[in-house]
């Protein structure tokens, strides 16, 4: 059984939404705060974390930038403003993906099992490169078949989100990908969703695998320089 943990300090919504989803099958556990969240987190063995981005003791942001120093377990935010600040912060601080509250049930379960399908993927949803090869790209070399990535010769650790985003890019050298095509094919959108996801886990990927491996084409989107 999948294992979540939902880490929300409104008691009313940590219920309701922990029943929920345990009717729809998933294993869940609660921490009411951020401190209590974070040791949570680090002791269980958990498939993917929800976390709302306000918490007494250590707010979600932190939490999830604490996480991010050990582990790329799977991290959707919580957040009470669908343009706010702390949305941009949650993105930046490590997660995958972000819902806004009041949570709609079947949305929040959607962006979950997009995400988890992200943790378990074997490939890319489209443009599948052939199994086993070695793709190289300058210093970069990603290993489809092991789902490696080096860095001049140096292993890099990504989220799964952000490997799903090197995948495909990597299918595709030198293409230009438009932000709403990565929100289908790497998020999972079946919508032309919020585009900052795309943008901020483009930053980060940067900051792992170089700032001029993947350039910005202003008005489309993003492509992997082949050389």
């Given at each position: 059984m999948t294992s979540l943990l939902f880490v929300e300090d409104d008691a009313v919504i940590r219920t309701s939404v922990g029943l929920a989803l345990e009717r729809y099958g998933y294993r869940v556990s609660t921490a009411a705060d951020g401190l209590d969240g974070l040791e949570a987190a680090r002791a269980g063995d958990h498939d993917l974390l929800l976390i709302d981005v306000m918490l007494?003791?250590?707010?979600?942001i932190s939490v999830c930038r604490r996480i991010r120093e050990t582990s790329q377990v799977p991290i959707l935010m919580m957040s009470a403003r669908g343009d706010g600040l702390d949305v941009v912060a949650g993105l930046e601080g490590g997660a995958d993906d972000y819902v806004v509250k009041p949570v709609d049930l079947p949305v929040l379960v959607a962006r979950i099992r997009s995400l988890l399908?992200?943790?378990t993927f074997a490939r890319p949803a489209t443009g599948q490169a052939p199994a086993g090869e070695v793709l190289t790209f300058g210093e970069l070399s990603v290993d489809t078949a092991a789902l490696e990535v080096r860095r001049a010769g140096q292993r890099v650790e990504l989220a799964p989100t952000e490997l799903r985003?090197?995948?495909?890019?990597?299918?595709?050298?030198g293409?230009?990908?438009?932000?709403?095509?990565?929100?289908?094919?790497?998020w999972d959108y079946g919508w032309d969703g919020d585009s900052r996801?795309?943008?901020l886990c483009v930053q980060r990927l940067r900051r792992?695998?170089?700032?001029d491996r993947i350039e910005t084409v202003r008005g489309?989107?993003?492509k992997l320089c082949g050389t």
């Open positions: 007494p003791g250590l707010d979600g399908r992200r943790a985003l090197l995948l495909e890019f990597a299918a595709h050298p293409i230009v990908l438009e932000r709403a095509t990565l929100l289908r094919s790497v996801v795309v943008d792992k695998i170089g700032a489309f989107g993003y």
